[in-house]
């Protein structure tokens, strides 16, 4: 009985037991009410901006993809080690910085391959750095759904040295391709920004930068000075002068070719582009030739074709003529030939016996005057190889060349510019007038695509 009045007392003690904290109970629960209420919002918040970033604003790689066309490219991954590459290297969307030197060149084609594989995906936009040139590659980006109206954002830094720039796949959906000459963290140097389909030149020194517009759309300013900020306008040269702080446009080197810019034709281009270089087929026996524009590597391009087993010699030929006289070129200080091509086959060692059938040959035929003022027709040649030499004796310059034919590698689209051709052919053979640009391909068995050519005009002193 005693025991059970004990349990009943403890029972009844404990019942009248009082919180004797600094805090109310009350406020207790309030706190423990209001952080349940925040993490729940916090998390909600969390899940709908996640979700929302994901579907709306996340982005997924391009392919971008290193193609040594001519020597030995150094490549330098993030973990800063030197490498050397001869062929081909997939970058990654971590920082890689890539150089050529004096002898060497590299394009950096970038594809979206949202429905199709790398060799069938349209070229969106493609980068070919010309000798000694250094750019640091930072990323190719694209959103990853398509009712997403981010930008495909391609970006490069640390750029010194010269590049040709083709952007041709851009559609609907907008794009920005950044060029900057410094690092991303600085604020200094010069920024240039392309947004449509194009064809630039690019070159970059130490207080200069030149913008040679083709055709496209381009615009400059300095970093820490967005306000001054100048597009530059087809067939114009914007130079910036970094140490002046000067931003000057001049008109510059036109292209004077009808249809040169092939990779960017589009619709109803495409059939004028044929009428405009008008091009023949010459064999000396069957199998004929063949020309026609195609997409190759995601590119358009005139491909010039003659395979079928062919033993003689055949000609796949497309020229520009100018009308009347021929164009006159006395006014200007710079002539120059710039095409970019792809040697996909060709079955003679370098240019054949001699020297004059190469998968790809330019040819330019000009007069010039004599002392007495009389006319002469000349031509100016330069032809590209890619097959070894197997005899040992094979020539590199043909009888009427001025220069060797030039060894490049196979089925890699590069870009030759031939320098001032005023300053190649000799002072007494002075160009007066241009009256036909060909390019063709000869041989026996070949296969070459030709996806620019350009004759520019200019003057050294508007720049």
Known sequence: ???????????????????QGSIPPERIAWLVLLGAFLLFCTV????????????????????????????????TGPDLIVAAERERDDLTNSVTSISTDSLSQATIQIKDLRDSNLETAELLAAVTLQGNTLVTFNHASRPRFEWSQNRQRIQFSRLNGMLDILIAGVSERP?????????????????????G???????????????????????????????RRELARDGHELVVRIGARSITQFPSRTNVLSNGDISLLRGSDVAKALNDWRCSIRQEQAPPGDFSLVRFDGRVGLRLLRLNNAQSNGEVRCTQTFANDGLDVQDYDTVRVITTFLPNYQNLSVCGRAASECPLMLQVNYEYLDESG????????????????????????????????????????????????LNLIPEEERPA???AVSFYASGHQFDTLVSEMALLLGNSAAG
């Open 1 to 19: 009985m005693r025991q059970a009045e004990d349990i009943i007392e403890a029972a009844s003690e404990s019942s009248q037991f009082q919180y």
């Open 374 to 421: 009389r006319s002469h027709d000349a031509q100016w040649y330069r032809g590209f190889y890619y097959a070894p030499d197997i005899s040992g004796v094979a020539r590199k310059r043909c009888d009427t060349c001025i220069q060797d034919h030039l060894d490049i590698n196979q089925a890699v689209w590069y870009t030759y510019d031939s320098d001032n051709l």
């Open 44 to 75: 909600t918040l969390t899940t709908i901006f996640g979700v929302y970033h994901y579907l709306f604003r996340s982005t997924v790689a391009m392919s971008a993809v290193l193609q040594v066309s001519k020597g030995t490219v150094g490549i």
């Open 433 to 435: 007038r241009i009256t």
């Open 197 to 227: 389909n194009g064809r630039y030149r690019l070159s970059v020194s130490e207080d200069e930068v030149r913008l040679l517009n083709l055709s496209g759309e381009a615009a400059v300013y300095f970093r820490d000075d967005r306000s």
């Open 175 to 195: 794009f920005l391709m950044d060029f900057y000459t410094d690092a991303l963290s600085s604020d200094k140097g010069v920024h240039i920004e392309f947004s």
